[in-house]
């Protein structure tokens, strides 16, 4: 994972303005795991439909990918949902905090997505390419085993993912 240094001035501001701030509304800047190093820390200003999502770097394979980080229940639930362009994002990375065997929906997706699930050691677990679903009901995507990441991308776009595919997960182990 890259460390970007206006990262770091973002958090620095951050910390003083909230110092500064006494009795202000608390900041909307996305949690992320400690060891997870946020490379800007939202995309309001270029996407409005993804405002308060952080963005981070992960490798699947080698490969780079810049993905806005879905690492708080309200965040996971709202996804992708509305978004009709990524602004040069290559996906959606859903964290969470143990692992789970749960399927995604598509329910006002407008994006076909590939979706990778990856286990806490960041092996796939399992892909699968999702159709955008308007109406209800909506079909769920289930993958075939426990996972602990699921990184979504639009539909043929991200590199090929498939058996023996691993996402580099260091950047989130425990301290």
């Known amino acids: ?56 770097t992960v490798a699947v394979d080698g490969d780079e990918l810049e993905v806005a980080l879905a690492d708080r229940p309200d965040l996971r639930r709202r996804g992708l949902m509305g978004v009709t362009d ?15 065997d749960g399927g995604f929906w598509m329910k006002d997706t407008v994006i076909p997505l590939d979706i990778a699930f990856f286990d806490a050691e960041g092996r796939v677990v399992d892909w699968l390419t999702m159709d955008p679903c308007l109406a209800d009901p909506c079909p769920t995507y289930t993958p075939g085993g426990s996972y602990r990441y699921a990184l979504e991308t639009p539909a043929g776009s991200a590199p090929t993912i498939g058996p023996g595919s691993v996402m580099d997960v260091s950047v989130f182990d425990a301290e």
């Open 86 to 100: 990524l602004g040069g994002l290559d996906g959606m990375l859903f964290v969470f905090g143990e692992d789970v």
């Open 1 to 56: 994972m890259r460390i970007r240094p206006a990262a770091w001035v973002v958090v620095i501001l951050a910390v003083v303005v909230s110092a500064c701030a006494k009795g202000a509304a608390p900041s909307s800047t996305a949690t992320v795991p400690s060891s997870t190093t946020v490379a800007t820390p939202s995309t309001t200003d270029a996407l409005p439909e993804l405002a308060g999502f952080a963005t981070i």
